[in-house]
Structure formats: C-alpha cells, structure tokens
C-alpha cells in the first residue's frame, strides 16, 4: 500500500507510444496499471502450472481435453498479445530506449526469448504438421516469466541492504521492514501460496478417487511444501535476534521458538518429519490430517486474531458471566430433564451427562433429534429451553461483535494520533511510511481511508499549529515557531501604536520602560 498523495498525472497529449508505456509499463509512475499488468499475467503463469499439472492425469485430461486446449489458446494470446505489446513499447523502456536498435536488443533480451518460447510450441503445431507433442514441456518455461517481477524486486532489495549482514539480509526477508521492499511482500506471497497449495492437496488427497489419480502430486506437493516451511523456519530462528525483543544469541532463539507463531510453524512440519523417521515403528498415517494445521500459518499474515484476542481479553468479564449462566442454565435443565424423562426413555436419557448433551444441543437450537423428549413435561421443558437459547446464545455473539468493532475503531483512533505525532516535523520518513502500512494492512485500511487519516492528522495538527496557544519555551525550540511568533509579535506592537495615544504612552513608558524598550517603541513608530 502507498502512501503517496499524489495523482496520476498521463497527459492525454503524449505520443501514442509513450502514453500507453506510462499507463502500462512504467514502473516510476505510481497509480497507472504497471502493477495490474505484472499481477494479472502472473496469475495466469501461475494458473498455467496448475493447468499442466491436471493434463499428466488421463482420467480428468481424456475427458476435458477440449477445455484445456481452450485455456491454451487463450493463454497464448494474452501471453502474444504482452510480447508484442513489450516489443512495441521497448523505444520508450529505460533498459532499450538508449540503444541504437531498441527493438532487436528486446528480442535478444533474456526476458523477450523467454516470452517467445513459451508460446513457440504452440504455433510450431499449428504451423507444422507433425507431432510436436515433445516440445511441450517448453510451457514450463512460463513459469520464468515470474521473474520479470522477481529481479526488479531483487536489485531493490540488494540496492537496500548493500552494507547489512547476511543475518541482517535474512531477517530484512522474513520480518517486516523497511529493508524488505517490495521482495519480502513477494517472499510472504509465496510462503502464502504453499500454505494454500499444501491445505488443498490435504483436502484432496482424503477422497479416495482423486488420491489413486494424484498420488504421486499430492507426494511431490507435500514434500516441496515441507521444504520450504522448513526453511522458512531455520530462516526465522536464525535471524530472529535482529528483533529487539530476540537480540540474545541463545536465549532470544529459545524465545522466539516458544512463541505461537513458531510453534505453528513447527507443527506444520512436524508430521512429515515423525512419518518419515519413525513409520517403521508405528503407523503414523494419522498425523497426515495434522497437515491441515499449516492453515493456522495465515494467521501470521493477518491480525485479525490479534484484535480478536483483545476484544475478548477486553470483555472476559462479560462473557464469563454469560457463559457461567449457560452452564448453570444446562446443568439445570440437563437435571430436570433427566427427572422427567428417565422414566419414560431411560436408554437415552440414562443419566444427567447424557441429558447434557441433550441441553446443549437444544439451547443452542441445534437439535438434531436423537434426544427429544416424549413426556408433556419434558416437551414443555424443550420448548422452554429452544426460546432461552436464542436469547442466551446471542448475548456473546452481541458482545463478541459489538466489542470487535469498538476495538478497530480504537485501533484506527491509536493509528490517527500516531500519524499526529509523526507529522510533527511536517513529513512523513520512509520508516514511518512502513509504520503506517504495516497498521492498514491490520486494520484492514483502502489507501483511500489511510489517505483520510492523514489528512485528517493535517488538518489537526495545523490547528494545533497555533503557536499563541503554545509556552514560549516550545515555540523558542522550533525556530520556524518562533520566527512567527516574533512577526506577530511586531504585528501586534504596529497595532499598539496605531491603537494608543502616544503621548500619554510615552509619559507613563518613561517610569516604566527602560531606555532599549523605548528606542525599540521609537523605531516601530518609524516603520
């Protein structure tokens, strides 16, 4: 997210040529669609992947065979259509414009050949008639396209940390910082799209048909899932003592390895690890489902647990007492019900646990009809207990909602007042400007709600701007302040003089003024 308050300023009149490079390409030019071009077309490289992965399996390929030559086509043509486009506009790019011949230094480029290539296949079958099927694989080469996005963001970042440690590099990739750029967003990104992929394989690979057709991807996709999770966590532990709270070489690591998100981490890993090492003493297919946990890993890249935690820190006083009458009213109505329909139906209602169950499920208005009571009394105390739980149930959902809300309207009130203080000197640095992009992204801002809020801080902080307001020591330690209060100062004396009669001034200013002050009042009545 960007911060900058600048509007996109593309003058309609340019050349043709440069206008739709300054829409499209340029990256120097915040607001245009450069970053919507990159993003699109990655998403389909990356949908392209999924696509070859689905064609190595005959029972879905056979059957769909048309729908995937479909996807093809239209890939080749959004992927021609952007090496044309690149070709068209390469006088205007920075790295071709300087050459003596632009176009043909864009088609030898590293980056067009690839483009080339990865749609070369497919005209070579149209073209020629000959089975061409072996050069499919070339496909996979869409994939390098991806770097287009990655070397920009590598020379960035390499550009920021030139004089950092390698320690100090790692940890600039895993935590948020200023020295991450654009590469560590891209970095959570992809650990983002593993935790996604290896979920779903999780998922999939439970319905039996699909396991017999995928078997050996679900395996390629867990193993690769593993390793990188696990080198994103050797990564984290050790580089974590850059962070102030971790700075201990050993004790900080211990530390971190005991926080929630690396124990997540952790067992995220773990059981591949415990299958692999100890199948041969236990069968420990079980653990796969512990798979599922890596979804738990997202939390790292959104704080809205965070929030959550202290809304219901903030009200656990509430929802203790909501929750200690739930209890009460169970236990109660579970006895009650015990009473009246032990008699009746003692295999279900056998004892107060299982009458229990039977409470619960009824307050909270589940009801799934293994339990219900067949006596006039017990369908009395059904009826009784359906129209409490929706009243009883509802007081913590109430709570839970009301204070979630309140506690991001805090949040966003913490957030303005931050903006206030930094707008102090009357810019916003580069580390403040992460400060502020790390708090929307937690509080779930647009750019256009950040841009409010400073706005607002603006207006605020010039209104509190008002230097007569302010004790003179803190308008003498700013010299800007104090240059102001002085012309108002003369403003006010100029005003004086015009106000007053200078006679009767000038008998009572002899008692009372000394000599300076007066050749001070004499030369302001000269002015």
Known sequence: MSIHTDQINISSSLPLRKWLYSWLLDPTIDNNYQKNVDNWISALIILNLFVLLLEQAPAIFEPNKHWFHLFDIFSVIVFTFEYFMRLFLAKEDVEFKNSKYPYLKYISSPFAIIDLLSVMPFYLQAIISIDLRMLRFLRLLRILKLFRILISAYKEFVFENQWRTFRQKIHALIFPSIYGRSLQSLFDYFIIFWIIVSVIGGVLESVQTMHNIFNLQFIIINTVAVAIFTTEYCMCIYSCVEEPDFDRPIMGRIKQIKTSSSMIDLLAILPFFLEVFLNHLLDLRFLRVFRLLRLLKLTRYTNVTSTLTKVIARELPVLATSAFIMLLLVILTASLGYLFEHDAQPEKFENIPQSIYWAVITLASVGYGDLSPITPM??????????????????????????????????????????????????????????????????????????????????????????????????????????????????????????????????????????????????????
């Open 378 to 527: 017990g369908r009395i105390m059904t009826i009784i207990l359906a129209l409490l739980g929706l009243g009883i149930f509802a007081i913590p959902a109430g709570l839970l909602s009301s204070a979630f809300t309140d506690q991001l309207r805090i949040d966003r009130k913490a957030l303005k007042n931050e903006l206030y203080n930094m707008l102090a000197d009357g810019v916003i640095s580069p580390e403040e400007a992460g400060i502020i992009n790390r708090e929307a992204k937690r509080l779930h801002l647009h750019e256009e709600e950040v841009q409010r809020l400073i706005e607002k801080a603006k207006y605020d902080r010039e209104l509190k701007d008002d230097i007569s307001e302010l004790p003179l020591h803190k308008i003498a330690a700013i010299p800007k302040h104090a240059v102001m209060r002085f012309k108002t100062l003369i403003t006010q004396i100029k005003q004086l003089e015009l106000l007053t009669d200078k006679e009767k001034f000038e008998v009572v200013a002899l008692n009372n003024l000394s000599s300076k002050e007066l050749d001070v009042w004499h030369l302001m009545n000269k002015m």
